[in-house]
């Protein structure tokens, strides 16, 4: 439950003491999950850990990584040989125990006092009497749990795997390459000789699971029980280990930058057509021949896209965030008219819905497919706009919820993005062609006076019904004529109170009894928004004046 109050150009939250603020995602598990990783050494569970976790937190799901070589550099301060991974090692085999024990401490902690929905146990798990520990420690805390095996047999995808991640781990600092992989390599032989796979047939039949074949040539996939189980299966059966780059940027100064207008579908500016002509110089210089250019269904981006002369793709999902009832207008205009609805959304600019619009969360929820193909896709050059080049580039970087609609995206300017081993690349090119500065830094002042309550309202702490946009694209280079603006709608503050995009029960959520709700139907009725907000205001009035102060509050 949080109260929410606005004065003066700013909004103040106040959270109620002891309960712990999260978003719609959060919610999408009953109950929290623990991902077990299995494998031998060098085998890409680390690689797979880090890139689910970051997928997971990206599309909102607090997960945390707890990587057992971390807890075992720190019982063991300086590693010498493969010799502490044998099996007939008893004191390192007790070390090994405590540090597991330890991390589902950890684990425990995050899923129980921290708000954390998912924990990776990153470790190799090889033996069934591991596993039957983490399965009782989870059927204990009523965690569920999810395996992901990774077998490979592949000696190539292995030599390489060593030398590309191996010999810059902690274990070996100032070794040479080629004691790295000896050593490496009878470590895995000292795991080998206890390994136990999982058996889909008989022993493991009633887990769930998934078995990740030779990086991803082929799949099994074993009793999938939820929607987030389905998710991380989905996530991991799109990723490959391949090298490619990812160039992203923006489309060319259009004239609503100029104006300092956000939304709409205008054209470039003249300064917009020369960044064309200068992304076309830059991909010949690039060399790059199996580009695939993807842009979105508005046509600034497609104007880009036209002046590089070879085919592109456009999708509709990589149009800019809708803003709704603010679309074409300025910041100062939208500050004028809608005070309550500029300040809210400095306030959570991530969660922040536009009235008849989307908000940022919303935004990521719509780009997820895009993600999957960038995964699984070679060259890829993405002309978008600001909103969504902030939404790919946080899921690339692994950016928060909190910093990603404040990442800087200027115009005329690529980002070329090579993913690594345990990370991201970033290069940064400056085509040199002026433009306007289009970017918001984050307010840095926090007012805490009190808004009038029919200010409030809901952000998007759930996700929407449908992740089509209401904004439809004009197509001028399609032959569609362009149309006009339509008019803005009337800035009527009691309306914020009721607005639900998903078209749910808003009304009877908020509390008001069975004859007020008959009232919002009949009402639903006109077709005139004033005489809907006027019997909307009346009926928020009257609730209002039958409760006391402290019990008037929201809940996301």
Known sequence: HTHKSFAGGCLHVNVMPGLVKHTWASYMTNSPTVIVMIGLPARGKTYMSKKLTRYLNWIGVPTKVFNLGVYRREAVKAYKSYDFFRHDNEEAMEIRKQ????????????????????????????????????????????????????????????????????????????????????????????????????????????????????????????????????????YLMNIHVHSHSIYLCRHGESDHNVEGRIGGDAMLSVQGKKFAGALKGFVEQHGLPDLKVWTSQLGRTIQTAEELGVPYEQWKILNEIDAGVCEEMTYEMIEETFPAEFALRDQDKYHYRYPGGESYQDLVQRLEPVIMELERQGNVLVICHQAVMRCLLAYFLDKSADDLPYLKCPLHTVLKLTPMAYGCKVDMFDLKVEAVNTHRDRPLVICNDVVPTTFLRRNSFTPLSSHDQVKRPRLYSAGNPPQSRRPLAPFIPSMQSFEDPEGADTVGRRGFCTEESSIAQECAGSHTAGTISMAFEIMFETWKHEHTPSTIRTTD
Do not use: W
């Open 99 to 234: 540090c597991a024990l330890v991390a589902l401490q950890d684990v425990k902690a995050y899923l129980t006092e921290e708000g954390g929905q998912i924990a990776v146990f990153d470790a190799t798990n090889t033996t069934r009497e591991r596993r039957e520990l983490l399965l009782s420690f989870a059927k204990e805390h009523a965690y569920k749990v999810f395996f992901v095996e990774s077998l490979c047999d592949d000696p190539d995808v292995i030599a390489a795997n060593i030398m590309d991640v191996k010999v810059s781990s902690p274990d070996y600092p100032e070794r040479d390459r080629e004691s790295v992989m000896e050593d490496f390599l009878k470590r895995i032989e000292c795991y080998k000789v206890m390994y136990q796979p999982l058996d889909p047939d008989e022993h493991d039949k009633d887990l769930s699971f998934i078995q990740v074949i030779n990086v991803g040539r082929s799949f099994l996939v074993n009793k999938v029980q939820d929607y987030i189980q389905s998710k991380i299966v989905y």
